[in-house]
C-alpha cells in the first residue's frame, strides 16, 4: 500500500518563528488532507488539497502532486499552534473515506 | 451545524471485557469511519459504515464490529479486550467527496 512520511518528527520553535512541514507518499494520490491535532486529542482539519496552493490566515499549505509531496508553512508561531500535525492520503484498496496518515510532525511553540 | 460527538470521553475496562463507543455524524452527512489511535502514532483505519452497511474495513480482526443507524449515527463495538486494544478511539464522519470530520475521541484504556 501507499507510504506517507513525514518530516521533522519533532520540532521546537519560538513564538514568531516560522516553520515548514513535509509530507511525501509513494504514489499517486486523488487529495491531500493535512490535520492538526490539539493536546486533548482533537483532529482538525486544516487543508483538503489534493494539489496546488491554499492558504488560511497564517497556514498555507502546497501540494506538489506529480512529485509526490506536499508542503505545510505556519508563519508566525503561536502557542496555540502547538500540537502534532498529520498529513493523510486515501487508501486506494479501500471504498470511500479510509486514509492512511502519517506519523505526524509535533511542534512545540514557546513564548 | 452541529459537529462530530463522541461519548464517552474515557473508558476504563478489563482485559476480556466488551466495549461500546457511540459517534453521532455532523449533519448532513451520511458516512462514517472509526479509527484507532495508538500513543504516539497517526491514526489507523478501523472501518466504514455507509447506508448502515459496512463497505470497508481495515487490517482489524473480527471482534472489532461496528453499527450504523437510520439517523447516521454509529457504534463501535470491541469483544474480548486486549491490553493493546488501548488506544483513543476517533469517529470521522463525511459525505460524498468531502473531507473527513472527526471528533474529539475516545480513550480507551484496558487494564
Do not use: M
Amino acid at each position: 500500500g501507499i507510504q506517507v512520511e513525514q518530516s521533522p518528527p519533532d520540532l521546537i520553535l519560538q513564538e514568531g518563528a516560522n516553520s515548514t512541514l513535509r509530507c511525501n507518499f509513494s504514489d499517486s494520490v486523488n487529495n491531500l488532507q493535512w490535520f492538526h491535532q490539539n493536546p486533548w486529542g482533537q483532529l482538525i482539519n486544516l487543508f483538503y488539497i489534493p494539489s496546488g496552493t491554499k492558504q488560511n490566515g497564517r497556514l498555507s499549505a502546497t501540494t506538489v502532486a506529480t512529485e509526490r509531496y506536499s508542503l505545510l508553512y505556519i508563519s508566525s508561531s503561536q502557542t496555540t499552534d502547538s500540537g502534532v500535525y498529520f498529513c493523510a492520503v486515501p487508501d486506494v484498496n479501500q471504498a470511500g473515506t479510509a486514509l492512511i496518515f502519517g506519523k505526524g510532525t509535533t511542534l512545540s511553540v514557546s513564548s | 451545524e452541529t459537529g462530530v460527538t463522541q461519548s464517552p470521553t474515557h473508558l476504563i475496562k478489563t482485559r476480556g471485557q466488551q466495549v461500546t463507543l457511540r459517534c453521532s455524524s455532523q449533519s448532513g452527512h451520511n458516512t462514517v469511519s472509526w479509527y484507532q489511535q495508538a500513543l504516539g502514532q497517526g491514526p489507523q483505519f478501523i472501518f466504514q459504515y455507509y447506508r448502515e452497511e459496512e463497505n470497508g474495513r481495515g487490517n482489524f480482526p473480527p471482534r472489532f464490529s461496528g453499527l450504523q443507524f437510520p439517523n447516521y449515527s454509529s457504534e463501535l463495538n470491541v469483544n474480548a479486550l486486549e491490553l493493546d486494544d488501548s488506544a483513543l478511539y476517533l469517529c470521522a464522519s463525511s459525505s460524498y467527496n468531502s473531507p473527513l470530520h472527526f471528533g474529539n475521541g475516545t480513550r480507551l484504556t484496558v487494564t
